[in-house]
């Protein structure tokens, strides 16, 4: 994305984390920009119908901006142009459910104002994949494992951290901070013991890209067991508890009490 600059004008390509309410006529919306890092916006009657930035400030929105960066407090959007809503998520309120969180695990991972486009380039892929209803439990497990880097969380998942093996079965080693083939489980009796498929499928995470997703399908069994292996690692490592995951999780319950119901009206 080319950048322009023009006086105190800047225009950047960015997406909305997320927006509320402030006072009673305005908004404060928090966009990741691409080249800008996060920043938050004070947008003046956002509540007037015929305000033309209000596509543009909608959640999970995806637009050109031109705004009036600030070093310090508060910066404004003043025009914006090219706007993406992602439809799909917006109308789906389990799929919107897993875009949240990924948007709340970028507001958390990075500082604000820090450029990252890298970062911004993968979360645009992931909500676009979820826009076109691919499988968001794989998408946001995929996100999560590689954003366990910018916590500061370097994993070994490509061989075993003692003899360097990469085929077999393997656990994950707290003590060793990396994965442990078969051969080396007695090496450490504290290992996490997780299940070895799960583990699989995370080493496949850890180095895939979502351009390579279609060649993934996975059965609810083995997403139950890497969504364990991924919130002990978060937990353990990252520490970080957020709403949207709680509700996620939620989610999964209604899920479980549903299908019997499901099954019996087929």
């Known amino acids: 994305m ?6 105190q004008q800047i225009e950047a390509c960015g997406m909305v984390l997320f927006a509320k309410n402030y006072r009673e006529k305005d908004k404060l919306v ?5 080249t800008h890092g996060k920043r938050m916006f004070f947008v003046r009657r956002a509540h007037q119908k015929n305000n033309p930035l209000n596509p543009a400030i909608q959640p999970f929105t995806e637009a050109n901006y ?16 090219d706007v993406h809503p992602f439809f799909t998520i917006q109308k789906d309120i389990f799929i919107s459910a897993y875009a949240t969180y990924i948007l709340n695990l970028v507001d958390v991972a990075i500082e604000d104002n820090q450029p990252d486009p890298a970062l911004y380039g993968f979360t645009k892929q992931a909500l676009s994949l979820l826009n076109e209803t691919r499988d968001a439990e794989v998408i946001t497990s995929i996100f999560e494992i590689e954003l366990l880097q910018r916590f500061g969380i370097a994993i070994n998942w490509r061989k075993c951290a003692i003899c360097g093996a990469t085929q077999g079965k393997f656990d994950y080693s707290d003590s060793f901070h990396g994965i442990l083939c078969e051969n080396d489980w007695h090496r450490d009796e504290r290992r996490s013991h997780f299940d070895s498929r799960a583990v699989h499928f995370l080493r496949v995470f850890s180095a895939i890209s979502y351009n390579q997703i279609n060649q993934i399908k996975l059965s609810e069994e083995t997403k139950t067991d890497i969504r364990q292996v991924i919130d002990s690692l978060y937990e353990d490592y990252v520490g970080i508890h ?10 999964k319950n209604w899920e479980t009490v549903l299908k019997p119901d499901l099954k019996k009206n087929d």
């Open 30 to 34: 928090k966009i990741f920009t691409e």
């Open 242 to 251: 957020l709403k949207s995951k709680k509700f996620i999780d939620q989610m």
């Open 66 to 81: 031109i705004m009036d960066l600030r070093p310090d407090g508060l910066s404004f959007l003043n025009s914006v142009k």
């Open 2 to 7: 080319v950048v322009k600059i023009t006086g």
